[in-house]
């Protein structure tokens, strides 16, 4: 007997991104034809240094940095790592050892942040307001005469906030201390111009605007004293050793290229769908409360919790319960040593951990129909009514 096919709805874009099919074009002919080592002083490496250049040179275009100031790394992970240890090695030896930090890090700032203390640092981790923004003023006085870094996410991961940055770095700089930001989520969505935004460092990611996986870059802006994490050759200016992968810096450029361009009326599609989204779970989700806000938030992000005064739900259950019916969705918890745990942003709002565990991440993109999310807002307030067991009745809470 014939299976009956589902319909599958990718909403889970904030995880990573189909590479655009202009993306990969872009990127075949430096598989074979240009494959050279652009390390190679002949002819095939030459070729090969032309195109990495001609990439480097995008990306700084692009966000705004010079392109002696951009050094490609392996993605966002790398990226941020490196910005820490390599900034915290250079500031040991004057005694610096204090960094300051968020508690709505990506775990890339997170955990590195945490091996550096075990390494002999001090860390200040900055509480957030409910909706996720970090105060300028919690800032100022979080920074002591042995801070060497600050490091704030731009754009979050997991409900979308988009800090004032210009203004936190403004707070670190009059302090003397150098600022790093985590731009994986927001460069190539909202606007992002180094030359306004002033910081020190700056990650990015390919992946998450439709470039392949295993390329990001690390912007360092001239002048800053940097040690760099692997040893090795020459590459990248003695920062990052390594071989080049041309393929994937040109995909990288090509995609940051193609997001910029697009950037505006994406945008405005993507808040279309999701106050489409918002709309219909509000109106039909019982206990919905929204851990994104509606304002200075990324478009392609609504972050949704289930209110466990409200309603009783297994947020696991809920996760499973969306796959099965075909809706690929990021839930509120992490798993850590085997076993679920909440997630640390939705803690930091000020949810409780049975609210924080009924978390549900809706990501949409580039090949997002309106269609598709009002499906899933249907299929969604089903499993929820399905699963869920209510505690009293009364109107859902924006
Ligand atoms: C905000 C943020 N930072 C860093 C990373 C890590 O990037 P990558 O997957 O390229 O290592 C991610 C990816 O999940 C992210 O969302």
Known sequence: MKQLEIRR????????????????????????????????????????????????????????????????????????????????????GNGKKHLVISSIEHHAVL?????????????????????????????????????????????????????????LVRVAHENGVLFHTDAVQSFGKIKFDLKELDA?????????????KGIGALYIKRGIDFEPTFHGGSQERNRRPGTESVPLTVGFAKAAELAVEEM?????????????????????????????????????????????????????????????EGIAVTSGSACSSGSLQPSHVIKALGRDDKTTMATVRFSFGRFTTEDEVSTAADVFTKIVARIGKRKKVSSPVS
């Open 9 to 92: 709805i990718y909403l889970d874009y904030t995880a990573t991104t189909p590479v655009d099919r202009r993306v990969v074009d872009a990127m075949t002919p430096y598989f074979t034809g240009t494959f050279g080592n652009a390390s190679s002083i002949h002819s095939f490496g030459r070729d090969a240094k032309a195109a990495l250049e001609e990439s480097r040179d995008k990306i700084a275009f692009l966000t705004g940095a010079k392109n002696s100031e951009i050094y490609f790394t392996s993605g966002g992970t790398e990226s941020d790592n490196s910005a820490l240890f390599g900034t915290a090695s250079k500031h040991s």
């Open 111 to 167: 955990h590195a942040a945490e091996a550096l203390k075990k390494n002999g640092s001090n860390i200040t981790i900055l509480p957030v307001d409910s909706n996720g923004f970090v105060s300028p003023e919690e800032l100022r006085k979080a920074i002591t005469k042995e801070t060497f870094l600050v490091s704030i996410i731009h754009a979050n991961n997991e409900i979308g906030t988009i800090q004032n940055l210009a203004e």
């Open 200 to 212: 020190d460092l700056a990650s990015f990611s390919a992946h998450k605007i439709y470039g392949p």
């Open 264 to 324: 505006e009326s994406e945008r405005a599609r993507l808040s279309k769908l999701n106050s489409l989204m918002r709309t219909k779970i509000l109106a039909e989700v019982p206990g919905a409360m929204f851990n994104s806000p509606e304002k200075n938030s990324l478009a392609n992000i609504l972050n949704v919790s289930i209110d466990s005064n409200e309603m009783e739900i297994d947020g696991e259950a809920m996760i499973v319960n969306m796959d099965l």
